[in-house]
Each structure stands twice: as structure tokens, then as C-alpha cells.
């Protein structure tokens, strides 16, 4: 069973970055969509970005122009470039990996969570 470790998260100012980072213990190869989630107290947990296998992306309105999600097979990770942050993009982000192709049934993957603070 493949695991994630998270990485990257922390306190930063308004208008600084962060990368993100969420490395397997194993291949990703197997993997259809991967993607980034965050969940702010008091609220539901959203999609952020998402890649496919194709190398494709999708991003949430509220991110376009500042949020980069990325991966690198060969070292089995994926990460989040996050520009520009705003103090309403505190919350914990999490890594999910799925994979739908290829089995009998869908499965998915979750990482444990990393914190980001954006304050002054």
C-alpha cells in the first residue's frame, strides 16, 4: 500500500509562497488524478487543484493565476507552488491520490494533512 508524507506547510505573510510537496512510498505511475484539497475550520473540505495522468490540471476559481500543481514520477512526488497567498487560504491541505483504470473497483488515498497560516 502506497503512503504520503506531506511536506512544506507553515506560517507565511500575506502575499508570500509556500511549495507544498507530497511524496509516495511508492510509484504514482498507477495513479489517474492526484490532486490538492484544503479544509478551513468551520467549513467543507474543496478541491484546490487537481493532475491527471496526462499531465493535465484543473484549479479552483478562487487560485487560478497564483497555485502550480505539479509532479515528478520518477522521484513520486507532487507538488503545490502557492503565490501570491492570501489570509483566506489558511487551512489544512491534504494530497489525494486515486486511481479508477484498471481495477474492479475505484480506490482512493489520502495524506495526513499539512497546516498553512497565512497572517501578518
Known amino acids: 500500500q502506497v503512503q504520503l508524507v506531506e511536506s512544506g506547510g507553515g506560517l507565511v505573510q500575506p502575499g508570500g509562497s509556500l511549495r507544498l510537496s507530497c511524496a509516495a512510498s511508492?510509484?504514482?505511475?498507477?495513479?489517474?488524478?492526484m490532486g490538492w484539497y484544503r479544509q478551513a475550520p468551520g467549513k467543507e473540505r474543496e478541491m484546490v487543484a487537481l493532475i491527471g495522468s496526462s499531465g493535465s490540471t484543473d484549479y479552483a476559481d478562487s487560485v487560478k493565476g497564483r497555485f502550480t500543481i505539479s509532479k515528478d514520477n520518477a522521484k513520486n512526488t507532487m507538488y503545490l507552488q502557492m503565490n501570491s497567498l492570501k489570509p483566506e487560504d489558511t487551512a489544512v491541505y491534504y494530497c489525494?491520490?486515486?486511481?479508477?483504470?484498471?481495477?474492479?473497483?475505484?480506490?482512493?488515498?489520502w495524506g495526513q494533512g499539512t497546516q498553512v497560516t497565512v497572517s501578518s
Open positions: 489525494r491520490l486515486t486511481r479508477y483504470r484498471g481495477v474492479i473497483s475505484p480506490h482512493e488515498l
Open positions: 511508492g510509484t504514482i505511475l498507477y495513479f489517474d488524478t
